[in-house]
């Protein structure tokens, strides 16, 4: 597996590609902000966490401020990512599919957005 290109988005521009993505996927941001601990929810918030921290610039603190978390909830959401991508192929090709739709959202607010 070779290293993402890295794309420096700011963090508001990055709140705003997942709030436009996640729907494809049958959730909303402020579901995700929630502290609901179901295997959906937290799934979903794991793979967004974990496509933000391996393909953006933002921070760990700007990751987590974009999910109502401190950045040690990012670092553990980020692990659990890839332990799971290690050992379980169902969950890899979800990350695939929404990883997909979520940098194309990002580079979409990176070059479309009002500044």
Sequence with gaps: MHEAEVILVRASYAKKAVAKALPL????????????????????????MHVLRKNTGLSLQEIGKIFKRDHSSVIHNVKKVEGLLNVDKGFSLTYYEIKEVLV?????????ARR
């Design 25 to 48: 996927f049958g959730a909303r941001l402020d579901t995700l902000q929630l502290d609901r601990r179901t295997r959906n929810t937290s799934d979903l918030r794991s793979i967004v």
């Design 104 to 112: 194309d959202h990002l580079y979409y607010q990176l070059h479309h």
